[in-house]
């Protein structure tokens, strides 16, 4: 999601180009070429598909707006090569709303199609004008153009009501099984039938004369819809419960200068999964960084050439240390943390900065050890 161009705000709302929205671009007008398309018709196919994603820009809005009406902001709306992608900055925990957030979007595909089609029958003309039975490709101009704009809109509510995550179908689906449920539960079964329409997509996809492009969909919709239940699971594990609640008040410090023989009494003696790493000064212990136990393991087996074939390919990727001393293998950014801190940012940073061993520091005091490992642990027990 990072390299992309600001398009400008709509409603307050930052609009971005994915890098990859322009190679689609190029794709229709290198598959026009080949066709032998002219320049006049390139550039109404040109004109079609950004009208196209011009519909998908007000879907989005359509969610982000009616999202802003019960006091969800928009972090922004992103344009990929597969459609729209709003991120609202929280998912409506009430069900009712969830609901209403997740149909406000196919809805606006619904009065697009529904303004085309009136506007047909006010002309009397058919829903279908100037679109050939057969046709060679997509081919746009100035007669069929409304017939395959409706169409399209069609097409958009059509997919977006599958009843899977991440289309807006597997949203509104939460949303009525939350009416009876909890959220997780209902996520989880959610998830489930979100993976049965991917195994029945992925099966009609083997069918003779269907693109593979319909396995490539199966696929997505089978792993977006088990993520969103880890999410979930996870999101409602961690909610308001802070570092305090999760770290550890009893832990073991490592000294950055610890060799090969002198670790294994460290790793040996707890069962902690994520160890600081001082250095010892005149004015005190300076802390260095952090050591996961997977870490001082692999490392051991490498030293003493016990590593399996899969962890000697592994090791050659991640580093060439030969001499082994702890703080070689630490990781030496530290980020400090208090205890009243909020764990699902604390998570959220884990992941984003790549540290999996942090210190909780209270008043000038280290109290205590937050790892990754830990809290997930914390996630499985409290879900
Ligand atoms: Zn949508």
Same mark, same amino acid.
């Given at each position: 999601?990072?390299? *992309? ?256 023989? #002198? ?38 087996? *490498?030293?003493?050439?016990? #590593? ?7 090791? *050659? ?17 530290? *980020? ?48």
């Amino acid at each position: 999601m990072k390299q *992309r161009l600001k398009l400008g705000k709509i409603s307050g709302i930052p609009l971005y180009m994915h890098w990859t929205f322009p190679l689609l671009i190029l794709y229709f007008v290198y598959d026009g070429l080949n066709r032998g398309l002219d320049t006049v018709g390139l550039l109404w196919l040109v004109g079609f598909i950004l009208t196209i994603f011009f519909c998908v820009v007000l879907h989005e809005l359509g969610h982000s707006l009616s999202a802003r009406w019960y006091g969800i902001d928009t972090e922004d709306i992103t344009l990929l090569p597969i459609g729209g992608v709003a991120r609202l900055k929280a998912m409506p925990r009430k069900p009712w709303r969830e609901i209403v957030v997740a149909l406000m979007g196919p809805m606006v595909n619904v009065v697009i199609a529904a303004g085309l089609f009136i506007y047909f029958w006010l002309t009397s003309q058919s829903a279908m004008h100037g679109i050939p039975e057969e046709a060679d490709g997509l081919v746009i101009n100035g007669t069929n153009f409304l017939s395959w704009l409706f169409l399209t809109n069609v097409g958009l509510v059509v997919f977006n009501c599958i009843p899977a995550f991440p289309m807006d179908g597997g949203r509104v689906l939460r949303g009525l099984l939350g009416l009876r449920f909890k959220r997780v539960t209902a996520t989880k079964i959610a998830s489930i039938l979100g993976r049965i329409c991917a195994v029945g997509f992925a099966a009609l996809s083997f069918l003779p004369g269907q693109s593979p492009f319909l396995l490539f969909i199966a696929i997505f919709i089978y792993f977006t819809a088990s993520q969103e239940y880890h999410s979930v699971k996870t999101e409602e594990a961690l909610r308001e419960k802070t570092v305090r609640n999760a770290m550890r008040t009893q832990f073991t410090l490592i000294p950055a200068e610890t060799n090969l023989d #002198e670790v294994i009494p460290y790793i040996t003696s707890t069962a902690e999964q994520g160890f600081l790493v001082v250095e010892s000064t005149e004015y005190g212990t300076d802390l260095k960084g952090g050591v996961t136990r997977p870490a001082i393991v692999r490392a051991i087996k *490498r030293h003493k050439g016990q #590593e399996s074939f899969f962890e000697k390919y592994l090791s *050659r990727r991640r580093s060439k240390v030969n001499s082994f001393f702890v703080h070689e293998l630490m990781n030496d950014r530290v *980020r400090y943390l208090t205890p009243d801190m909020p764990l699902p940012m604390v998570y959220q940073e884990m992941m984003q900065l790549r540290i999996s061993v942090m210190p909780v520091r209270e008043n000038n005091e280290l109290v205590g050890v937050l790892d990754y490992h830990q809290i997930q642990e914390f996630i499985k027990l409290n879900s």
